[in-house]
């Protein structure tokens, strides 16, 4: 029986064997770029992922990388316990990395040199902190086999070509814009909650509509009323002026008979 191992028999874990081992504000903000790849991809064939082992030599499970996030353009969106390039098709298309303490050294150098290796065609890296980039916001795109900086515009963004999005700091906080309608990302639940809200409001500009149609109405039959008054009163007073006018007349015919 020969001892030689296929492909077939290779196993591929779907975990390094090491902690994240970050703080909770990196975390939040991988699951955060996550959210917002999921949500403006709902519903198309893109597929997005992160902290997950990404394979990218068949034959070799040592060959692999872990991303924060990534996203692959034409890819079935279904749930992956792990990515291989060989299996997919492709590589990712845009790769984020979310820097700190621990992972500055990984994202400037070591991963850079993998991700020009399967050719993803762009990849960010974003310092929370501000205290391990400088910028704390930087990009690259791949020419050729190597990677060249993406230089931001005048505002200081910078254009995400592969998924048409414009990445800036508001403070601190990463910003990424859809630069066809401008319209800053968001996730699921503050879509949601910008809707209620945007539902709050159309109810609230209805109700204030009605309220004003109604003071509206009022105000017409009180301009009506006061009119119908107006005529009133100036009707019981040509009444009086032509009650008096006849008397006026009467005591003249008087005096006139009288003399």
């Known amino acids: 029986m020969s001892l030689v191992q296929t492909k077939f028999e290779i196993e591929y874990p779907e975990s390094d064997g090491q902690p994240m081992g970050e703080t909770d504000l990196h975390r939040d903000w991988m699951i955060r770029i996550l959210d917002l790849m999921r949500h403006r991809y709902r519903g198309q064939q893109v597929y997005v992922a992160s902290d997950l082992l990404l394979y990218y030599e068949e034959g070799e499970p040592s060959k692999f990388v872990v991303p924060d996030d990534f996203v692959v353009k034409d890819c079935d969106p279904g749930r992956r316990r792990t990515f291989k390039i060989w299996k997919e098709g492709k590589a990712p298309d845009v790769v984020f990395e979310v820097t700190s303490l621990g992972s500055r050294s990984d994202d400037a150098s070591y991963k850079p040199h993998i991700y020009a290796k399967i050719r993803v065609k762009e990849y960010f890296l974003y310092d929370p902190t501000a205290e391990y980039l400088k910028p704390p916001l930087q990009g690259f795109r791949l020419s050729r086999r190597a990677y060249r900086r993406i230089e931001a515009d005048e ?105």
């Not at 996730?187 to 809707?195: D, L, N, Q, S």
């Not at 209805?206 to 005529?231: I, V």
């Open 155 to 259: 505002s200081g963004a910078l254009e995400c070509e592969e998924l048409g999005l414009s990445l800036e700091l508001d403070g601190r906080d990463l910003a990424m814009r859809d630069i066809q309608s401008g319209q800053i990302l968001q996730t699921a639940a503050e879509a949601a909650e910008a809707a209620r809200a945007a539902e709050r409001t159309a109810r609230l500009a209805e109700r204030e509509a009605r309220l004003a149609e109604q003071r509206a109405r009022l105000a017409e039959k009180e301009a009506l009323k006061a009119e119908k008054a107006a005529r009133k009163a100036a009707e019981k007073r040509a009444a009086e002026l032509e009650a008096e006018l006849k008397r006026l007349r009467d005591e003249l015919k008087r005096n006139s008979r009288d003399t």
